[in-house]
């Protein structure tokens, strides 16, 4: 009875680690797109930025050539402004006009007499390419995977701590404990997912929080370990082909994920191997217990 519902048990586990990583897939997806938009948009600033400095120094020195010669005003309006005449404002015998290039951002402020440029002035840097290219929204932190991500957490880490302390008061608490574990990786896996961290080794050690998953993923296991080699010393480990085959996929999942997958089968790993070594030093000490009758 034992060993037929073991299968079923690790299946529905699977099912449920399934979802549980399908969901950290997206989410991380969705961080990767925003990251590299950012990424985009940055270089697409850094190079503004210097080909706007060359393009002003340029357009300094073309209005220089034009300096108190009779047609300035027609050659801007000619060459700058496609032919189109700028708009005048007269103060006394000069007029001022502003011509901001499209492209840049960059504001030119001109002060003519009968059609001379005898005065010009511009105003340039960052600020102005930001205002003609701003910087776009960070999609991953606003989204609706990021809302669920955020629920799922507060909600694991809550469950969790309800279940590992209903697994330390209970002897019989198998799904308690399953349950732990799985409260411990969905909490490690939103924090993993984070879009403030990025899944990288750099991004992993500087993840603080991943830390407390651990330590969640530890102790479930231990406990999880400790609980099933009592239990394992009344029928025995048994394995079939169908038990063997969840349990491949539940690590090609955990492989999949990554870093925090390593850490989960590292831990489960460990897990197995201290309930192994439980079971033996239970099984031992019982066949050396004298025999009555």
């Not at 694991?156 to 411990?184: C, M, N, P, Q, Y």
Request: proline fraction near 3%; charge should be neutral; aromatic fraction near 10%.
């Amino acid at each position: 009875m034992m060993g037929q519902r073991m299968p079923r048990r690790l299946t529905v586990l699977t099912l449920v680690l399934a979802v549980i990583l399908a969901g950290a897939w997206y989410k991380e997806r969705e961080n990767r797109r925003d990251w590299e938009t950012q990424t985009a948009w940055n270089q697409k600033i850094e190079r503004l930025t210097s080909d706007g400095l060359k393009h002003k120094e340029i357009m300094v020195a073309q209005v220089r050539s034009w300096w108190t010669k009779p047609n300035g005003l027609s050659k801007v309006e000619s060459e700058w402004n496609d032919g189109e005449p700028l708009e005048l404002t007269q103060m006394d015998d000069l007029q001022h006009a502003t011509w901001i290039d499209p492209k840049y951002n960059i504001e030119h402020k001109f002060t003519f007499r009968d059609g001379i440029v005898i005065g010009h002035g511009t105003g340039w840097g960052p600020r102005s390419v930001l205002a003609t290219y701003p910087r776009p929204a960070n999609f991953s932190r606003s989204s609706e995977a990021e809302s669920i991500r955020e629920i799922n957490l507060g909600c694991a880490i809550i469950l969790w701590f309800h279940l590992f302390l209903a697994s330390l008061a209970t002897k019989d608490s198998r799904w308690l404990e399953e349950g732990a574990i799985i409260t411990a990786i969905t909490a490690g896996v939103a924090w993993l997912v984070d879009p403030i961290h990025s899944i990288s080794w750099h991004g992993i050690f500087s993840n603080d929080n991943l830390v407390f998953a651990l330590i969640m993923l530890v102790l479930s296991g231990v406990l999880l370990a400790i609980r099933r080699a009592d239990a394992a010393v009344g029928w025995g480990f048994r394995f079939s082909l169908r038990g063997m085959l969840i349990a491949m996929t539940a690590v090609a999942l955990l492989l999949a994920l990554g870093p925090v997958g390593y850490v989960a089968l590292a831990v489960a790993s460990g897990a197995v191997l201290l309930g192994v070594l439980r079971f033996l030093q239970i099984r031992g000490a019982t066949s050396h217990e004298p025999q009555v009758g």
